[in-house]
Structures are given as structure tokens and as C-alpha cells.
């Protein structure tokens, strides 16, 4: 009954590294989001996207970057990973018809990323 | 100040209390999202409204669009209700997230 799928739950990568953090979902939503995930922080938006090919800066892009080649993928990717980016990172998606959403928001389960 | 407020930030519980976590946003919203994170990372769409109450299970929120403020209210809570209850606001097509309220009920 998995919806959202995040292909990794934990992850250690050194810094400098070029990480890929992949989410898939298999309910024909047209909407993708990437989300980061601190303590006192709160979920922050890093990108979203709305469409195939289409992306969108959230409120933290910088040191990140994303790609939606299909439309039940969308990946994450840390183009040089630092300390700073140790995180969880949490993927949804959601779909609108006719300007409302329906069946809300589905979380992945996360990925905890350290970065050493 | 964040466009979403959530109070308190830490609750403590004894099994069968009544709780209530509040949620005040300052924005515009099309709707307003209660989401449930346990331990460990997953985080479950709880209710989705924009008007008046829904329940979920035991759970109820409420909604007052012209203050602006919504409730979750727990009644005879649980030890397995333990977890961060998280507010957000729709703003087409992003969510606007309080920072969460912690839980913890114990037996």
C-alpha cells in the first residue's frame, strides 16, 4: 500500500560528494515536492514541481538541485554535499482537479542524510 | 514572525487526558492540513478542512476561518498518540508548515 517511496532511509555520504536522493509515487499526481527537515526548523520547502520537466524554487534551493524526467519520479540532488545538508529530507506529492486538491498530501517516510 | 503558529511546542500527557494543540496562521489559505510524524521520520496526512470540524478516528479539529485558528483536539488520549502533530496551511500548490507540536503521553 506504499504510495511514496523514498529509495533510501538512511544515508552517509562524505562532503564534496554528489548525492542523488530519489522519490517515487505511484498515483498519477502531478505534483512533486522536496522538503527538509530540522529540529526547531520545521519542514522547509527546497523545490517542487508541478509538471514533467517543470520545477520550481522552494525557500532553500541553494545547494540543490532537482530533476523530473518522468512524471511518478522526481529526484534531489545535492550538486556538493556539506556538513550543513545533514538533514531529514521528506518527499510528497499531491494532484488538483479543477482547483482543489483532493486526497491531500502523501508523505514518503523520509531520508536521513549525514553528511561527514 | 512565521506565517503559522503552533502552541504549545512540547505537551506532556498522562493516558486519558484531554489535549488540544492549536494552530494560528496569518495567511490566506484555500485549506488547512493537520499531519501526525511518529518516530522515526514517516508523516501521515491526518485531516484536511477548510471549514468547521471533522473527526478522524477519536481525533477532531476544527477550523475558524474569520480568527484564523484551528484546533486538534485528542480526546482520552494514548500512549500510542504519542508522536509531533504538525499544522499547514494550503497556499496553492505549496504547503506552509507550523514547526510542530511534541506529544508524549504516558501510561
Known amino acids: 500500500d506504499v504510495k511514496v517511496t523514498q529509495s533510501s532511509r538512511y544515508l552517509v555520504k562524505r562532503t564534496g560528494e554528489k548525492v542523488f536522493l530519489e522519490c517515487v509515487q505511484d498515483?498519477?499526481?502531478?505534483?512533486m515536492f522536496w522538503y527538509r527537515q530540522d529540529p526547531g526548523l520545521g519542514l522547509r520547502l527546497i523545490y517542487f514541481?508541478?509538471?514533467?520537466?517543470?520545477?520550481e524554487k522552494g525557500d532553500i534551493p541553494e545547494g540543490y538541485s532537482v530533476s523530473r524526467e518522468k512524471k511518478e519520479r522526481f529526484s534531489l540532488i545535492l550538486e556538493s554535499a556539506s556538513t550543513n545538508q545533514t538533514s531529514m529530507y521528506l518527499c510528497?506529492?499531491?494532484?488538483?482537479?479543477?482547483?482543489?486538491?483532493?486526497?491531500?498530501?502523501?508523505f514518503g517516510s523520509g531520508t536521513r542524510l549525514t553528511v561527514v | 514572525k512565521n506565517e503559522v503558529e503552533q502552541s504549545p511546542q512540547n505537551l506532556t500527557a498522562q493516558e486519558g487526558e484531554f489535549i488540544t494543540i492549536n494552530c494560528s496562521y496569518s495567511?490566506?489559505?484555500?485549506?488547512l492540513h493537520w499531519l501526525q510524524q511518529h518516530p522515526g521520520g514517516g508523516i501521515v496526512s491526518l485531516f484536511m478542512?477548510?471549514?468547521g470540524k471533522k473527526k478522524h478516528g477519536r481525533l477532531i479539529a476544527t477550523i475558524n476561518i474569520q480568527e484564523k485558528h484551528s484546533s486538534l483536539h485528542i480526546p482520552a488520549s494514548h500512549p500510542r498518540d504519542s508522536a509531533v502533530y504538525i499544522c499547514?496551511?494550503?497556499?496553492?500548490?505549496?504547503?506552509?508548515f507550523g514547526t510542530g507540536t511534541r506529544l508524549q503521553v504516558f501510561p
Open positions: 514541481s508541478y509538471d514533467v520537466k517543470m520545477k
Open positions: 499547514a496551511v494550503e497556499g496553492v500548490p505549496k504547503l506552509i
Open positions: 510528497a506529492s499531491s494532484s488538483y482537479r479543477q482547483g482543489y486538491l483532493i486526497d491531500g498530501y502523501t
Open positions: 495567511v490566506g489559505i484555500s485549506a
Open positions: 478542512l477548510s471549514s
Open positions: 498515483m498519477d499526481h502531478e505534483n
